[in-house]
């Protein structure tokens, strides 16, 4: 009897992966399956133990049909591994055989490389030796052309073909090229310095042909065509004779330039500087006529020697000016700068230089402009306002101040009489003030002092003359003189205009401290006097123009800063004399409002003096608040008309005077 098979339930965990993996709907499969609820779900009760024979024989017939499809699975994997096993084994035997395979074809490529390396040796020694036949022979030819080349340079140079000359020395000099590998053998370093030897007295036969034709015209000699083909020659053998010759031309065409305006000769002053620049125009368009179709244009000989005529004349004008400095005055030297600049504009318009092509016009003359309240304004009737001027180009031309800079270190004679021109005018505006001062009645409304309009129309004629001439030390100096008559406007015109009040005041120091303290002695110093009417206007008219000069000031700083170099911009500084103004400003404040309190003064003092403990009885009006009022009513009106067109000031009073009372 075959002995049973122990059972082993599987784990619970098993049980429930497996049922996951083929779920089923019977209840034995379940993994959480309970035998004694399975039974009592078959027999509930006793009456349905009747049926428990159909029920065994339907397990036993399903047990035996589970073993049936068991056995059946057993001897399918059975004949599965058999058939592995053998699709393994050929699968083995397969790769050996292709194993073999290869490395019989490996076999038969080497043999088959080894029989085509014999084949080809032959070969490549023939092409080795052809190619080294090819470059010997391309050599030689080289060399041959080489020689030859030489000689027929050395033809053509005495006959003075220099056409073919220019040419044939293009090509000889790609052959040396070609040669540069054999360098080292001495026949081709013979040949090479025996084509240099030539070259070298080519350009020294030229430039004797140069000198013997332009000296001597009158000679028989080469003829201009031949010596415009001869500057192709000098383009080709090298720089070196190019620019002997271009530097025996330009001293050759300002020889006569050099005797003519000698420093020591009359006609070499300043007030005949004009002459110099129309002997240059002249001499460049008969330059052009007679010889300028010879020279090649790249040679620009004319520029060239227009720049060499800018250099002697700088020199010699140098030289000039130092000796005789003592001659020298202001009107001289702004003409001639002023000729000077603008030759030297006509010079960068006419040629490229060296450097740019293309520039834009450096100096622009100011068109005629409509007087107005403040010349700084942002409007076309500002004088300071340049419309649209032309930029500096980024390559700056070579004949920018290539002459006019000599004349820097002598500007400042030019500054000097635009000072005594501003004195001449400080002494005018001092009595012009003095004469409105002196007047009884007011014959028409100012709201601006027509000098300080004057002032500043000058300093603006005087800046554009000077920047005209130089953005450089001169403007610095410039400043410096316009820095000392707005101290000067400020304390002999505007302070100086000002209503005299007690004892009198002495003589107003320059400075912003001078002022507050001259004013603050004159609050203290005496009983304070009532303003006229035309005081008061008179009061008004200052303050206004001082705040004009204020902003005025501050603008004119800004424009010195603009047309001076920007090396030195930072040594403007107008900050002092804009602080004088506003004091001043500030003064004409104090003035109108002491007169404001001391107008209502007598009604404050009987107010305080009254005994108000004996008013027995309250009217709707006081007669204090009436004079006060009435006082108030006649000074504020002639304030506000002559502060019309400044509101903040007039805001300023308005807001101080409440606290003063």
């Not at 140069?210 to 001869?230: A, V, Y």
């Not at 004779?241 to 420093?263: F, G, S, T």
């Not at 007087?371 to 300071?384: I, Q, S, V, Y």
Request: include cysteine; glycine fraction near 4%; aromatic fraction near 8%.
């Amino acid at each position: 009897m075959e002995k049973e098979t122990e059972w082993v339930a599987p784990s619970t965990s098993l049980s429930r992966a497996l049922f996951k993996i083929c779920p089923s709907d019977d209840p034995l499969d379940h993994p959480d399956f309970n035998e004694v609820d399975y039974i009592n779900k078959l027999f509930p009760n006793e009456q349905s133990l009747t049926s428990i024979d159909d029920i065994i024989n339907n397990v036993k017939s399903r047990i035996s049909n589970v073993d049936e499809e068991i056995r059946t699975s057993l001897h399918q994997q059975n004949a599965s591994a058999k058939e592995g096993q053998e699709a393994l084994i050929e699968s083995q035997r397969a790769i050996q055989q292709l194993f073999n395979k290869i490395k019989v074809i490996k076999s038969l490529a080497e043999e088959s490389e080894s029989n085509v390396c014999e084949i080809t040796r032959d070969i490549k020694q023939l092409d080795c030796a052809k190619r080294n036949l090819t470059s010997a022979i391309t050599t030689l030819n080289h060399l041959h052309m080489f020689v030859d080349g030489i000689e027929s340079l050395q033809h053509f140079a005495k006959k003075r073909q220099y056409s073919e000359t220019a040419n044939l020395i293009e090509g000889i000099s790609n052959v040396v090229l070609h040669l540069q590998t054999f360098k080292e053998v001495p026949h081709i370093q013979g040949f090479v310095t025996q084509f240099q030897s030539v070259q070298e007295s080519l350009g020294k036969q030229i430039l004797q042909d140069f000198k013997e034709s332009l000296e001597n015209p009158s000679r028989t000699g080469p003829s201009m065509n031949e010596l415009g083909q001869s500057c192709k020659v000098l383009d080709v053998i090298g720089h070196t004779y190019r620019n002997d010759l271009i530097k025996y031309i330009v001293q050759l065409q300002l020889a006569e330039y050099r005797h003519l305006y000698q420093p020591s000769e009359v006609t070499a002053w300043l007030d005949k500087i004009q002459n110099r620049y129309t002997w240059l125009i002249k001499h460049l368009i008969d330059f052009e006529k007679k010889l300028g179709s010879i020279f090649p244009s790249e040679w620009a000989l004319s520029e060239r020697i227009s720049l060499e005529f800018c250099d002697i004349t700088r020199e010699d004008l140098t030289i000039l000016m130092k000796r005789r400095s003592k001659d020298l005055d202001s009107q001289l030297l702004i003409d001639a700068v002023a000729k000077t600049i603008r030759f030297e504009s006509l010079l960068m318009k006419r040629f490229d230089g060296f450097t740019n092509k293309d520039l834009s016009r450096l100096n622009k003359e100011f068109k005629t402009q409509v007087k107005n309240l403040n010349p700084f304004e942002e409007e076309p009737t500002n004088p300071f306002q340049d419309e649209e001027e032309g930029k500096l180009p980024d390559d700056v031309s070579p004949f920018l101040q290539a002459i006019s800079c000599c004349f820097e270190s002598y500007l400042y004679i030019v500054v000097e009489t635009q000072d005594r021109h501003l004195s001449e005018l400080m002494e005018r505006f001092v009595a012009e003030s003095k004469a409105l001062s002196s007047q009884n009645e007011m014959t028409e409304y100012i709201p601006v002092l027509q000098s300080s309009m004057d002032l500043f129309q000058f300093y603006k004629k005087a800046l554009d003359q000077i920047s005209a001439l130089s953005t450089k030390e001169s403007i610095l100096l410039l400043a410096t003189v316009f820095q000392k008559y707005l101290r000067e406007y400020a304390g002999k015109v505007l302070q100086g205009s000002l209503p005299k009040f007690g004892a009198g005041l002495s003589s107003l120091p320059l400075t912003t401290s001078g002022i507050i303290q001259n004013f603050q002695i004159m609050l203290k110093e005496g009983d304070v006097s009532k303003l006229t009417k035309l005081e008061v206007s008179r009061t008004c008219c200052i303050l206004t123009t001082s705040e004009y000069c204020l902003e005025t000031s501050h603008q004119l700083e800004e424009k010195l800063k603009e047309k001076i170099d920007l090396n030195v911009a930072d040594k403007i500084c107008f900050s002092a004399e804009i602080d004088i103004f506003g004091s001043i400003i500030g003064n004409c404040i104090r003035i109108l409002i002491q007169d404001v309190e001391s107008s209502v003064d007598p009604a404050l003092q009987a107010m305080v003096k009254t005994n108000w403990s004996g008013v027995e009885a309250v009217g709707d009006t006081s007669a204090y608040v009436s004079a006060i009022v009435g006082h108030i009513r006649s000074k504020i009106p002639p304030i506000r008309d002559g502060l019309a067109t400044l509101n903040r000031i007039a805001q300023n009073i308005s807001s101080k005077l409440p606290v003063h009372l």
